[in-house]
Nanobody, 125 residues
Framework: QQKLVESGGGLVQPGGSLNLSCAASSLHLDSFAIHWVRQAPGKEREGVSCISRTGGVTSYADSVKGRFTISKDRAKNTVYLTMNTLKPDDTGVYYC??????????????????WGQGTQVTVSS
């Protein structure tokens, strides 16, 4: 059973917006820092954003600061990534990943315990 399931990807024009969701099953997101990681065609995976276990700490890659917002809904056990002012360079598969960490987030993708299957985001006119 997939523990993390992403949704909300799609095709959008430059300047548009998308809202990605990462829904957890068999996991309590309050026990994990949750990351959004993307992989563009022909490139390695890169961290985009993270929200800590408590939700008190968030971080963003420089390339998305001011445009993307990460948030958590505890009642729905879901983490969201709201993406505004999208650019063609934002195109890629977006994954959510769970890191068992008591405080903050780390940038070590190898340390993340669980991954979703990914959702495709394409920004193109």
């Amino acid at each position: 059973q997939q523990k993390l399931v992403e949704s909300g990807g799609g095709l959008v024009q430059p300047g548009g917006s998308l809202n990605l969701s990462c829904a957890a099953s068999s996991l309590h997101l309050d026990s994990f820092a949750i990351h959004w990681v993307r992989q563009a065609p022909g490139k390695e995976r890169e961290g985009v954003s993270c929200i800590s276990r408590t939700g008190g700490v968030t971080s963003y890659a420089d390339s998305v600061k001011g445009r993307f917002t990460i948030s958590k809904d505890r009642a729905k056990n879901t983490v969201y990534l709201t993406m505004n002012t999208l650019k063609p360079d934002d195109t890629g598969v977006y994954y959510c990943a769970a890191e068992l960490k008591n405080y903050g987030c780390t940038n070590d993708l190898g340390a993340y315990e669980y991954w979703g299957q990914g959702t495709q985001v394409t920004v193109s006119s």
